[in-house]
């Protein structure tokens, strides 16, 4: 893990200013680690590593609670405790345009890094993707289901509207007497 750069996070998970902040919008293999336990790391593959980056970031921002050792330990620490390093570019132009053949070329990378650094955030020791997995009714059906009655977004508070005194009221008459509006 010594040829990795890697960038420091602020406290909300974004890349720090001053550090190369343009992330790669192409695939690879990337990596997360601890800067409190440099033995903390949780290595992945992504078709688009910046997305990716941003996946992580509003996973761990819904989920309080996860089974993911990667989340639990972010919820622990902070992200301002958390680097991200990009381990290998993969470029498929020299492969193939098929998504299944570029798929499993990334999951290869991604297993051989997995082997090599044996990282212990990662919950499945095996590269693998649902990438491209179609799902069926019943699971869709299922899913949707189990999320009824929750929210995952930013929830928007209206202000309570201010009372308005009868002198206000009054004057806004008076004022809009014979104004005829069209709608």
């Not at 989340?71 to 492969?95: A, D, M, P, R, T």
């Not at 590269?127 to 799902?135: R, T």
């Not at 299922?142 to 009868?166: A, E, L, N």
């Amino acid at each position: 893990m010594k040829d990795i750069i890697w960038y420091n996070l602020n406290e909300k998970g974004f890349i720090i200013k001053g550090d190369n902040e343009s992330l790669p919008q192409g695939p690879g293999i990337y990596a997360y680690r601890s800067r409190l336990e440099k033995n903390k790391v949780y290595i992945g593959s992504a078709i688009n590593i910046a997305q990716r980056f941003g996946q992580h970031r509003y996973r761990c921002s819904i989920y309080k609670s996860n089974n993911s050792k990667f989340y639990n330990l972010i919820i622990k620490q902070g992200w301002h405790n958390i680097e991200f390093g990009i381990i290998e570019k993969v470029n498929f132009i020299s492969y193939n345009s098929d998504i299944s053949i570029n798929k499993n070329i990334l999951l290869g990378r991604e297993q051989y890094y997995l082997d090599k650094f044996t990282p212990s955030l990662n919950i499945n020791k095996l590269a693998s993707s649902i990438l491209g997995y179609k799902h069926t009714r019943e699971g869709i059906l299922k899913f949707s289901s189990s999320r009824v009655g929750k929210y995952y977004g930013k929830r928007i508070v209206s202000k309570p509207r201010p009372r308005v005194s009868k002198e206000t009221i009054a004057k806004l008459k008076v004022r809009t007497e014979g104004v005829k509006t069209c709608i």
